[in-house]
């Protein structure tokens, strides 16, 4: 088990990426810390994991006191806190037209402003286990499609504090900061929002080449697998 006994904080967790990261991580030994929003999925998310593998904290990431309740709910239910998984975000849609001032501050502030105060918070615990930080990104986080400004922004943001604190916080505490920036991704999410604008059922298997290069989407356990070697120690001081 290549994460056998290490207890990892999964934001965003109680659907799509997240909990199919949050699942992998079980398999492979750890307990997990999972956030999100609706509790009737973490009810659910629990029954699936097992109590004795999982606990969650349902709460805004963006609110003053969340990086510190989820931090001090990862060490008082096992003690210690070896990883933080940055994956809750917005994913909205906007353009240099319509992006707002209001929404702009908002996006950056789940997708970008909180996962650093996380890091922060866990950083002291992180540095007593020679831990690590994985931020999930997105490929639009390269230039992004044109209705995608904002959130095309703040993932560019997170990508550049990844780099950051992966050259910065290794060599000061010893504690790796990787991020993944996965393509398209079949998530629970988009089966409903594509099944809300009336596309087929099975939209996803018919793909222009632009929009998907590999002639598929990905999977939510695709992104999870490549998360668990930058969650373990096989990763070592590799930054990615």
Same mark, same amino acid.
């Given at each position: $088990?290549?994460?056998?006994?290490?207890?990892?904080?999964?934001?965003g967790g109680y659907t799509g990426i997240g909990r199919a990261i949050a699942g992998h991580c079980v398999k492979e030994g750890a307990k997990v810390i999972v956030n999100g929003l609706d509790e009737q999925h973490a009810t659910s998310l629990i029954a699936e994991l097992g109590v004795e593998n999982t606990t969650h904290i349902t709460i805004d990431i963006t609110e003053a006191e969340a990086p510190d309740r989820l931090v001090e709910k990862s060490i008082s239910t096992f003690g210690k806190l070896d990883a933080v998984v940055n994956? /809750? /975000? @917005?994913? %909205?849609?906007?353009?240099? +037209?319509?992006?707002?001032?209001? &929404? $702009?501050?908002?996006? =950056? %502030?789940?997708?970008?402003?909180?996962? @650093? %105060?996380?890091?922060?918070?866990? =950083?002291?615990? !992180?540095e007593k286990t020679r831990g690590n930080v994985l931020n999930i990104g997105s490929i639009n986080a390269w230039c992004g499609e044109p209705d995608l400004l904002g959130y095309s922004m703040s993932k560019g943001a997170l990508m550049t504090m990844s780099r950051n604190l992966g050259?910065? =916080?290794?060599?000061?505490? +010893?504690?790796?900061?990787?991020?993944?920036?996965? +393509?398209?991704? !079949?998530?629970?999410?988009?089966? $409903?929002d594509k099944k809300q604008q009336g596309m087929k059922s099975d939209w996803?298997?018919? @793909?222009?080449?632009? &929009? %998907?290069? /590999?002639?598929?989407i990905f999977s939510p356990d695709e992104i999870a697998s490549a998360a668990i070697f930058l969650l373990s120690d096989e990763c070592g001081p590799v930054r990615h």
């Open positions: $088990m290549r994460l056998k006994n290490k207890v990892v904080l999964i934001t994956n /809750a /975000a @917005l994913i %909205a849609s906007s353009n240099i +037209g319509d992006t707002s001032m209001q &929404f $702009m501050k908002r996006i =950056l %502030a789940i997708n970008t402003v909180a996962p @650093l %105060a996380i890091i922060q918070a866990a =950083l002291p615990y !992180l050259d910065t =916080l290794f060599r000061e505490n +010893g504690v790796r900061v990787n991020q993944i920036n996965p +393509g398209w991704v !079949l998530t629970e999410r988009e089966i $409903m996803y298997k018919d @793909l222009p080449d632009i &929009f %998907a290069p /590999a002639q598929r």
